[in-house]
């Protein structure tokens, strides 16, 4: 993927993920000449409003570059090598290529799951010990 387009994709994930956990009604991200628009579904009970003024989003240069690091396969995924040991990586650490970052069991065989470049752990997406698809996104280094 190109930078703008890792970039995109970032804000789009962010943005969904604040209207799914209900922190936000309705969202337009608008990159260049994409727009996206996030609308949360209605519900019985829904939050109060929130007026806002349109944000503008930062161009490319001046995000930093980011590695999105998704499942390779369908399974469960674990963030520590066993439930009494630390996890494999946390939030805002240093990471370097080959290093271990995640394990994903599937069909009783463990795949490790490494960084694909340097840097430093920018977010880790799925929780402790979760089921994952092929796709999902897991951690994010920048």
Do not use: C, W, Y
């Not at 943005?15 to 799914?20: E, G, K, Q, T, W």
């Not at 806002?52 to 930062?58: G, H, L």
């Not at 290529?97 to 463990?110: D, H, L, R, S, T």
């Amino acid at each position: 993927m190109t930078d703008s387009l890792d970039h995109a994709l970032h804000a789009v994930v962010t943005v969904a993920d604040l209207v799914r956990d209900g922190r936000l009604g309705r969202v337009r991200v608008q990159i260049g000449d994409l727009s996206i628009d996030v609308t949360a579904p209605v519900s019985e009970n829904p939050p109060r409003a929130v007026e806002s003024a349109p944000v503008e989003v930062a161009t490319q240069t001046e995000l930093p570059p980011v590695q999105v690091v998704v499942a390779p396969l369908m399974g469960v995924f674990f963030r520590a090598p066993a439930p009494d040991r630390p996890p494999f990586v946390a939030v805002a650490e240093r990471v370097e290529v080959g290093q271990q970052i995640a394990v994903i069991e599937a069909m009783k065989m463990e795949a490790a799951i490494t960084a694909p470049v340097p840097g430093k752990v920018r977010r880790l997406a799925v929780a402790g010990t979760a089921r994952v698809e092929a796709g999902d996104l897991i951690v994010e280094i920048a």
